[in-house]
C-alpha cells in the first residue's frame, strides 16, 4: 500500500524538520505519528512540548530520499538506515540535554545537524 506525503500550499508553513534525523513532516503528521525513524526514544506522538522542543520550523535544502540504503546522498548526509521521505539539509536549533541523553541510551549518536559540529573521520 503506497502512502502520501503530500503538503498542500497552504501546508509548508507548518513543516517541520526532526533535530535527530532531520525528516521534514507537517507538524500534525509528527503529532499524530511523531518521527519515523526517532519516535522510539523522541515519544513525539501527541505532544506538542517534545514537537516544539525536538523539532525546528527553521532548516535549509530538502533532499527526497527513495532508497536509503543505495543512495551516496543518504551516506552523505548521515541518512542510511533512515525511512524513505523528505529530508533538510541542515537544521537549526538546540536539542535539549534530555532527548540527547534518550537517543545516546537507545544507541544513537546524535550529530548536530545545524553544521556546528563536524562528524569524526575514520
Partial sequence: ????AYVGP???RSLRACM???IV?????FMKAGC?????FLQLVGSGDAIADCTSQVFEGLITLAE??????AKW???EGYVPGVYATKVSGVLP???VSAAQDAGVKYIPRDGSAQEEQT
Avoid at 1 to 4: E, G, L, R, V
Avoid at 25 to 29: E, H, L
Avoid at 36 to 40: A, D, L, R, S, W
Fill in 1 to 4: 500500500m503506497a502512502t502520501t
Fill in 10 to 12: 497552504g501546508q509548508q
Fill in 20 to 22: 535527530v534525523c532531520s
Fill in 25 to 29: 513532516q507537517p507538524y500534525s503528521v
Fill in 36 to 40: 519515523p525513524n526517532c519516535e522510539e
Fill in 68 to 73: 536509503p540504503t543505495q543512495s551516496w546522498v
Fill in 77 to 79: 548526509q548521515r541518512l
Fill in 97 to 99: 540535554e534530555e532527548a
